[in-house]
């Protein structure tokens, strides 16, 4: 590299810059790590910032030793997910003292929560950037990396981990303001993306290779987009040429209505699995908690599915130790457990998050007891679950191969099971027959027949 470009680059973008500019212009060599905390919607956004990484030609690395660019995309829907993000920056804070070079970037929902003030307790970060438009969030991260590509030339929303399995964000924030969630606070309000917008996204990773895809939101049964609502644009995606599945996630039960459980129980492309966060069994918490339906309702809602759709497996959502629960309210909620059976679930112990109406409740379930009844629920899950999966041990069933690893294939039965079958590299991406020789609480062992 020339002395004269040296000097440019000094007076142009700082000493301080020179070595990692000779990094990207001079040998064409740039590290990145991104860790992702958090929802599926932050696992798309991190997807994309992959791809338009991949596309300027970098290098993903699995180590902060090796990374140039270190992203954290943050979650704070809970305590213990900002907890982690500020332990990941303290590693970071270390590792940045024998590498002054590296950019970091803090982004998500922590960023957009905190803000400069991340700057100010961290001095390694570079850039702070919130939740609002990840293409702009995108832009400028190749902007202080010193690359550029056009956003237009990136496939949306492709997964580096699966070519089979995409995901496509429809919508974004939320109107419903549970009392505990901080969602509303951090992505702003529901807006759902142009309908033509999202039919060419999904149109486009199916062309390039995906044969499943997974419609997020945080409201996702809510979408909305003029005269086009949720039921309508499943049936639009499912009109691509050659995609094979749809699955959507997260619903409310206000939003799950007769048009999308007939969509499911009659689109072969939609597949019957819908996850259906219940988060408590008492009408007096579900009204402290504003979630704006009953016990009763709810449970009319998994009774009118399981008619509609006989082989469906519904998953939830489940907090304990909500401010104010007795253990009359626990109780309810872990009978609904055992009554519905859901196929799994995750359970979450409240943690109490600024600006929202729960924060301002007297948080007096203890920490012991809260781990008691999460204890109890996962249990309780658990056994349920090994139950339902022992039931489909010596049954027939169609997965989608979704992954090949070393020495075993994963696949995917439509109602959600993971399957694991021996490696034949043949299957990847297709849809084919196995019979189930073995199962496992969150996992079925196969063999491919024929």
């Not at 139950?387 to 995917?412: P, T």
Request: proline share 2%; with cysteine; charged share 25%.
């Amino acid at each position: 590299m020339s002395l004269s470009f040296n000097v440019s680059v000094e007076l142009k973008y700082g000493l301080k810059s020179l070595s990692f500019i000779k990094k990207v212009f001079w040998y064409n060599l740039l590290n990145y790590l991104i860790k992702t905390l958090g929802c599926q919607v932050n696992v798309c956004d991190s997807d994309k910032l992959d791809s338009a990484f991949s596309a300027c030609g970098a290098c993903k690395v699995d180590s902060l030793l090796d990374a140039d660019v270190f992203v954290l995309n943050t979650c704070s829907v809970r305590m213990q997910s900002e907890q982690k993000t500020f332990s990941y920056l303290g590693r970071v804070e270390e590792l940045k003292q024998q590498n002054l070079d590296m950019k970091v970037v803090v982004m998500g929902c922590v960023a957009e929560r905190l803000g400069y003030d991340i700057k100010k307790r961290f001095k390694s970060v570079d850039l702070v950037i919130g939740t609002k438009d990840v293409d702009d969030s995108i832009s400028k991260i190749m902007d202080l990396c010193y690359l550029k590509v056009s956003l237009k030339k990136i496939i949306p929303n492709v997964s580096p981990r699966s070519q089979i399995v995409s995901h496509i964000t429809i919508m974004k924030g939320c109107n419903n303001y549970c009392s505990y969630c901080i969602v509303p606070f951090v992505r702003g309000v529901e807006k759902s993306f142009d309908y033509n917008t999202v039919i060419n996204e999904c149109s486009l990773v199916v062309k390039n290779g995906a044969r499943e895809i997974i419609l997020l939101g945080q409201n996702v049964s809510s979408y909305k987009h003029r005269n086009v609502d949720f039921s309508l644009l499943l049936k639009s995606v499912a009109l691509i040429k050659n995609l094979k599945r749809i699955r959507f996630t997260t619903n409310h039960p206000k939003d799950l209505n007769d048009d999308l459980i007939n969509v499911i129980a009659t689109n072969p492309k939609t597949c019957p699995h819908v996850h259906l966060p219940m988060q408590s069994a008492s009408n007096k918490i579900l009204q402290s908690m504003n979630r704006r339906y009953t016990y009763e309702y709810y449970l009319a809602l998994i009774e009118k599915l399981r008619v509609a759709v006989p082989d469906i497996e519904i998953t939830t959502d489940i907090i304990v130790g909500f401010p104010g629960e007795t253990d009359e309210d626990f109780e309810c909620t872990l009978s609904a457990v055992k009554a519905i059976r859901f196929s799994g679930l995750y359970v979450f112990k409240y943690s109490p998050r600024p600006n929202t109406r729960a924060f301002e409740m007297s948080d007096n379930v203890s920490t012991i007891e809260k781990k008691r009844r999460h204890a109890i629920i996962l249990k309780e899950s658990n056994k349920i679950s090994a139950e339902i999966a022992l039931k489909m041990v010596g049954s027939n069933c169609q997965v989608l191969v979704e992954k090949i690893w070393n020495n075993f294939m994963e696949a995917r039965t439509r109602n959600g099971r993971k399957v694991f079958l021996k490696i034949n590299k043949e299957y990847f991406g297709k849809i084919i027959n196995v019979v189930i020789k073995e199962a496992k609480v969150n996992s079925l062992f196969g063999d491919v027949i024929g």
